[in-house]
């Protein structure tokens, strides 16, 4: 898994280029605001933080542990979904918030638990091992909901605290937002100064070397893939919070984006190595072109060519670099 | 997985201990040819085991009409998943820095509007295969380019072509069902001879000519050299980026080829191409099963297919809800690649 063989070289070429992704961002804005006079306002902006970026950054920042361990998680849309239909199922039979709260939280690390059985367990790469489980629990999901109807809250059952998690303030702050705020903060000290992440990096960069150290690298994978889903498992509570029905299989839909948002924030790092900081640059890189393109008045359709363009020339000029830095 | 075996096996100093117990090591060697043996006999066993079953359960399963049928619906995802596994021989099988084409379902999508697209403006069938034809080889390109020269790994790469090549598709159709009626399509999706659909035969056809290239001529056998073991491929002479990006140029022929394919079978393009990826890509990689050494084959992959289209088939005749299928195909590639990697660790302790 680890080829992305990292190589130390002068930084002083590859410094400036490495901030492809920051250049990126800062053109997109300047873009945006230029031909968008609505964009810059306060109040699109919030909502661009609440409603694009809360969601994707928290399933990002999930994958980002996944492909931190030199893996990558394809059925973070899984986690999501059995949190969702735990939750949903729990609140609809009038258990207490709280409750169905925990409850949605090890739905999800249900589906973190199988794979990481899968890939620690019988030692499945985690490409094939997340996609068959993504097959399963598709599958898995109609059955539940005879053969994948949406299940719907009744706007009237549905208890005050309910409707925090999705549409409450926390000093003047959204919610969904904190929420994801929180979990940035939470991640980036777990991935960047505690033993865990620094043996799951390890693990991303030569897993044999983590082994011979002798750490449980299994433990560890393990426990790597159950944190992925339950931290997809808490974009599912509030994704269901805020709409009030599960649909079967719907968190797929963040699937692409997470893993594009992820890749992209590795250009951040001088080695190409994931991290939070480039994660999160990477939603928001996503989530304002969404809103901006939304704004422009481009063609919806135009505005798909135009995102997939856009993370392109920046992966392409990310990995352009290293690999000249590399050859250097 | 097996290059990541090919390659920690000789570099590193801890698997010289493999070779202290001297003795056993024909006696282990034996027993996991004797295992693959079986998985591969059983993979088979357990196909025709289910096709027997079906036949008793469902009457009509066993006819010349009902094969055919499912021969001609296998065609247009048998063509993607074939392309799929020329891009995983020349890639090798780590799926993330390695052989994978996330953009194959969508250039059907694009293709295929293309196709559907020219026809309405008034062109021909010639025009508009070469359109179609075209459009999957540029796509192909345009992967072949960001992979070997800009460096981006396949996985990303094609993620992010998958995203424009959807997007494109959009912007053509509008989202919209474009109909396509010529002679040549009704051609193609009308029976054949002895009742069974063109599509089939085409499928068929196909199938032989990929495998016959791949599986039987320097240039296939260079291909697995390259995917197995780039670094060794390179120092034998071989030139790597070349046959990397010939088999994405392959695969973007295949989209396009799968593109025509769904025109003719839909008479005309419709939506959601993009829903074909995932089983698409479990397909290819279900195939290395059938196959001896269990590495990716052509014929495995088409093995592979009619096996989940016959699934589908005998579910749909025996009443059985169709939402199964994909619980199905998940067990499928994880109980094959479970037994595979169990099989592989046992070999390499």
Same mark, same amino acid.
């Given at each position: 898994m680890a080829q992305s063989s990292p190589k130390p070289s002068?930084? *002083?070429?590859?410094g400036l280029a490495r901030y492809a992704l920051v250049a990126a961002f800062v053109a997109v804005f300047a873009v945006f605001s230029a031909i968008a006079?609505?964009?810059?306002?306060g109040a699109n902006l919030l909502s661009v933080l609440v409603n694009n970026f809360a969601l994707l950054a928290i399933v990002a920042i999930a994958m980002t542990f996944a492909v931190a361990a030199g893996g990558i998680d394809l059925s973070v849309g899984t986690a999501i979904d059995f949190a969702s239909f735990a939750f949903v199922s729990l609140v609809l039979a009038g258990q207490p918030i709280p409750l169905a709260i925990l409850g949605a939280l090890a739905g999800g690390s249900l589906v973190g638990v199988f794979n990481a059985i899968l890939i %620690?367990?019988?030692?499945?790469s985690p490409f094939l091992a997340t996609l068959g489980t993504l097959f399963v629990g598709r599958s898995a999901q109609q059955l539940l909901t005879n053969g994948g109807n949406p299940v719907y809250l009744p706007p009237s059952g549905v208890p005050e605290a309910f409707r925090f998690l999705g549409h409450g303030v926390i000093a003047g702050i959204p919610v969904p937002l904190v929420v994801a705020f929180v979990l940035i903060a939470g991640a980036y000290l777990i991935l960047s100064h505690t033993r865990f992440g620094r043996v799951v990096l390890a693990t991303g960069i030569q897993a044999s070397v983590v082994r011979y150290s002798g750490l449980a690298l299994s433990r560890y994978t393990a426990a790597t893939y159950v944190l992925v889903s339950v931290i997809a498992a808490v974009a599912g509570l509030i994704v269901t919070s805020t709409v009030t029905v599960y649909i079967p %299989?719907?968190? *797929?839909?963040?699937l692409l984006n997470a893993i594009g948002a992820t890749f992209i924030g590795t250009t951040l790092d001088p080695h190409g190595r994931p991290n939070i900081p480039g994660t999160v640059l990477g939603v928001l890189l996503l989530s304002i072109v969404a809103n901006g393109l939304l704004l422009s008045g481009l063609n919806f359709y135009w505005q798909q060519v135009a995102t997939g363009l856009l993370i392109f020339s920046v992966l392409a000029i990310g990995f352009a670099n290293r690999k000249a830095a590399s050859r250097a | 997985m097996s290059v990541d075996a090919a390659y920690l096996s000789p570099s590193?100093?801890?698997?010289?201990?493999?070779?202290?117990?001297?003795?056993s090591v024909p006696a282990r060697a034996l027993g996991r040819k004797l295992a693959v043996f079986a998985l591969r006999q059983g993979s088979l066993a357990v196909f025709i085991g289910v096709l027997v079953y079906f036949s008793i359960a469902a009457?009509?399963?066993?006819t010349v009409g009902n094969i055919g049928n499912v021969l001609g619906q296998s065609a247009i995802a048998g063509v993607l998943a074939i392309g799929l596994t020329i891009v995983i021989i020349a890639g090798g099988s780590n799926v993330v820095t390695g052989g994978i084409d996330l953009s194959l379902a969508a250039n059907m999508g694009l293709s295929a509007a293309v196709y559907a697209s020219l026809v309405q403006a008034g062109q021909g069938d010639a025009v508009a295969i070469i359109g179609a034809l075209g459009t999957g080889l540029l796509i192909g390109a345009v992967n072949a380019a960001a992979i070997?020269?800009?460096?981006?790994?396949p996985l990303l790469a094609t993620l992010a072509v998958m995203n424009v090549v959807a997007g494109l598709e959009l912007v053509l159709t509008q989202n919209t069902v474009v109909p396509a009626s010529t002679e040549f399509l009704s051609t193609l999706s009308a029976s054949g001879p002895f009742g069974i659909p063109v599509l089939a035969y085409l499928l068929l056809v196909f199938t032989a000519l990929v495998a016959a290239v791949v599986q039987y001529t320097p240039v296939g056998l260079r291909l697995y050299a390259v995917g197995e073991f780039p670094e060794a491929a390179r120092a034998a002479g071989l030139r790597v980026k070349l046959f990397v990006s010939g088999a994405f140029l392959a695969s973007g022929l295949c989209g396009g080829l799968s593109g025509i394919l769904s025109v003719s079978y839909l008479s005309g393009s419709t939506t959601?191409?993009?829903?074909m990826l995932l089983p698409v890509v479990v397909t290819a990689l279900l195939?290395?099963?059938?196959?001896r050494r269990l590495v990716p084959t052509i014929g495995g992959t088409l093995l592979a297919t009619l096996f989940v289209s016959f699934l589908i088939n005998g579910f749909q005749l025996l009443n059985? %809800?169709?939402?199964?299928v994909s619980g199905v195909q998940g067990l499928l590639i994880l109980l094959v690649v479970s037994a595979t990697t169990l099989l592989k660790r046992k070999g390499n302790q």
């Open positions: 002068s930084f *002083n070429v590859r006079p609505a964009f810059l306002s %620690s367990g019988i030692g499945i %299989s719907s968190g *797929n839909a963040f | 590193l100093p801890a698997s010289a201990g493999k070779d202290t117990d001297v003795t009457p009509f399963f066993f070997t020269l800009a460096g981006i790994v959601g191409a993009g829903d195939g290395t099963v059938f196959s059985i %809800s169709s939402t199964l």
